[in-house]
């Protein structure tokens, strides 16, 4: 069946470097990606909504400047945080809507971010 | 901001019981989903339920919706260790293909 990639898995980097995360749709075509971010025992908090050949559509509260989205092709969005800080540190998850069935959505395994 | 909130937060049963989770949200929706999580990993779709329906079955899984009380419940019926996960459910109002989670429930299958 259709599945999400996301890469890296885990990534540990210093206060103030950026960090790129990709999601990749394998075996469909996604038009659109999301976003999420996860703390601890905590739910899903949608960060921003990535349209591919398009601007992203941020979730109010959410520094465009700080997250970068670029959805370059229909299997690829990538997530970049710039210039990280240790309250950066969580877990991100990206996910894609089936292209036929636009209702449910198909998510990346996450990818968990520390910042020192 | 979130849209369902799930009770219990914690469920800790014994293997082959039930294990019911409510889920309570706020606005009209298209649908509600639940979705289940294992620990550090991404999200698995379990069932969507619509709004003109009040109840559908996937194997184990039992998903009850009262429009009208605006709440969902799911259950697992004769669980297993291995339906230890965390539980979530979501809403889907047609808007953008956006789903809005609740806050999950922790269940815990002992052997």
């Known amino acids: 069946g259709a599945v999400v990639s996301q890469h890296p898995s885990r990534v540990i980097c210093k206060s103030g470097t950026s960090v790129k995360i990709e999601c990749r749709s394998l075996d469909f075509q996604a038009t659109t990606m999301f976003w999420y971010r996860q703390f601890p025992k905590k739910s899903l908090m949608l960060m921003a909504t990535s349209n591919e050949g398009s601007k992203a559509t941020y979730e109010q509260g959410v520094e465009k400047d700080k997250f970068l989205i670029n959805h370059a092709s229909l299997t690829l969005s990538t997530l970049t945080v710039t210039s990280a800080h240790p309250e950066d540190s969580s877990f991100y998850i990206c996910?894609?809507?089936?292209?036929?069935?636009?209702?449910?959505?198909?998510f990346g395994p996450g990818t968990r971010l520390l910042v020192l | 901001s979130q849209q369902g909130e799930e009770d219990p937060q914690a469920l800790s049963i014994q293997e082959g019981e039930n294990a019911t989770m409510n889920c309570s949200y706020k606005t009209s929706i298209n649908n509600l989903q639940w979705y289940r999580q294992n620990s550090g990993r991404g999200l698995v779709h379990l069932i969507l339920i619509r709004s003109n329906e009040r109840e559908k079955h996937s194997g184990r899984l039992r998903v009850t919706l009262d429009t009208s009380k605006k709440s969902s419940s799911l259950l697992i019926t004769a669980s297993r260790a291995a339906d230890t996960a965390s539980y979530f459910c979501?809403?889907?109002?047609?808007?953008?293909?956006?789903?809005?989670f609740g806050k999950g429930i922790t269940l815990s299958v002992r052997p």
């Open positions: 979501a809403t889907y109002t047609g808007a953008n293909s956006k789903l809005t």
């Open positions: 996910s894609a809507p089936r292209e036929a069935y636009q209702e449910t959505q198909y």
